[in-house]
């Protein structure tokens, strides 16, 4: 599976977009990007999945380039609740190997 | 809720012993996964069961077991341990076994090694 840098940490204001960038260049044709997030010590839950589109459901958007080697993550209006290590996946099964993730914090 | 639930939800045992983690997957699911989340190493796949058959490895130690039985319902075995097996361990089920299924986590069991 293909490997994925993302930042360390990242802060946003309460009420405003939280945009989480994801690097994925060796991504292979058949692997999909995930995003799961994990609140404290929960579960990871998942956010949204995507190949080549821009998806968008209920929690989130994804924005995959053109050349799939990036991809972002927008949370449009965060709230105090989101804040959560994001993790950022590729895989083309159900192996998923999860990084270190991004820390969202959001502030009042 | 994601309707995957785990038991125990914590564990306290001593070196060398053997416990067994138990966890049903959403109704409807087919594939279970386990993890291992510890301070220092992230969250790691084991292992995966599709319809009671073993179909993938990651990162397990060959202390560790793991089975799917009829109903679905999986239980990983883990014996001989050390101290360092002390984290959580988190179950997750999907629909099938492509990459287009995702995957949900249950609450966890936190094991703790003394």
């Known amino acids: 599976d293909a490997k994925t840098t993302q930042p360390t940490s990242m802060d946003c204001a309460e009420g405003r977009a939280a945009n989480l960038p994801c690097n994925h260049s060796t991504i292979s044709g058949n692997e999909y990007v995930y995003w799961y997030r994990q609140i404290h010590s929960q579960g990871p839950q998942y956010i949204i999945h995507?190949?080549?589109n821009n998806e968008t459901n209920e929690m989130a958007s994804l924005i995959i380039t053109e050349d799939r080697k990036s991809s972002t993550l927008i949370l449009p209006h965060a709230t105090l609740r989101d804040t959560a290590v994001y993790y950022c996946i590729v895989a083309n099964n159900n192996d998923m190997r999860f990084g270190a993730g991004t820390r969202l914090t959001v502030k009042p | 809720d994601s309707g995957v639930t785990q038991t125990p939800k914590h564990l306290i045992t001593a070196t060398g012993q053997r416990v067994t983690l138990r966890c049903s997957p959403r109704?409807?699911?087919?594939?279970v996964y386990w993890y291992q989340q510890s301070l220092d190493q992230g969250l790691q796949f084991l292992i995966q069961?599709?319809?009671?058959?073993?179909?993938a490895k990651g990162n397990i130690l060959e202390r560790f077991s793991a089975q799917q039985f009829p109903d679905l319902h999986s239980e990983l075995n883990l014996s001989s341990l050390e101290l360092g097996d002390s984290a959580l361990y988190f179950c997750?089920?999907?629909?099938?076994?492509?990459?287009?299924?995702?995957?949900?986590f249950g609450p966890g069991t936190r094991l703790t090694v003394l």
């Open positions: 109704s409807g699911d087919l594939s």
């Open positions: 069961y599709y319809n009671g058959e073993e179909r």
């Open positions: 995507g190949l080549k």
């Open positions: 997750a089920s999907s629909v099938g076994t492509s990459g287009r299924n995702e995957q949900f």
